[in-house]
């Protein structure tokens, strides 16, 4: 992608080679010609990306999730999330994985904004949406699919950010999200 504002600081592709294209990772190398006319290879992975959902209750408390995450080896604390499908909106893909993944559908709707987790080895962008006038129902998780679904007062999700419990990159953003909403700080646009 190029970069308009800084073209002194941009690096051009001259040639890809694909590293492995699994079920779910596809990595490659690029062999790019760096600002100064150097050259310099870059791995990453390629990925479609994904969206995250601070689903708000009526009463004040957040929906979080409990799941075990095999590259890090432990349980995470972490706000209901998932990959977009190809042509998938990305409303839609909210609406989906905070149904599927917490059994709740929202009322109203809000996009925040977008995170990059990894910018130094992956593609991946992860669009962040508040979701009110929860609804609770039946939950559809994904065939090996494991998690817990809880709630916590936005107060406990920002201690457990400062002790270390929660240490999810996404999480850790959309509780500082949160907390400027929260304060009026950070203007939602809400929508049906």
């Known amino acids: 992608m190029a970069d308009g504002k800084h073209p002194h600081l941009v690096e051009k592709t001259e040639k890809r080679e694909e590293l492995l294209r699994g079920n779910f990772l596809h990595v ?17 992975v390629l990925h479609p990306g994904a969206v995250m959902v601070v689903p708000l209750l009526d ?23 998932g990959k977009i499908d190809p042509g998938e909106d990305h409303l839609a893909c909210a609406k989906r994985e905070l149904l599927e993944e917490t059994g709740y559908s929202a009322r109203e709707w809000a996009c925040a904004g977008e995170l990059h987790p990894v910018i130094s080895y992956a593609t991946e962008f992860i669009g962040i949406w508040f979701a009110r006038g929860l609804t609770p129902g039946e939950r559809r998780l994904d065939h090996g699919e494991f998690l817990d679904v809880f709630t916590a007062t936005p107060q406990e999700l920002s201690e457990w950010c400062r002790t270390g419990e929660v240490t999810d990159a996404k999480t850790l953003v959309a509780a500082l999200w949160l907390q400027n909403v929260l304060s009026g700080a950070w203007k939602l646009d809400w929508r049906s």
Do not use: C, N, S
């Not at 490659?28 to 990453?44: M, S």
């Open 28 to 44: 490659v190398r690029d062999h790019v010609r760096l600002p100064d006319g150097g050259e310099a290879t870059r791995e990453f």
């Open 59 to 81: 009463d004040g408390r957040v929906v979080l999730e409990k799941q075990y995450r095999h590259p890090v080896g432990r349980v995470m604390i972490e706000f209901p999330a």
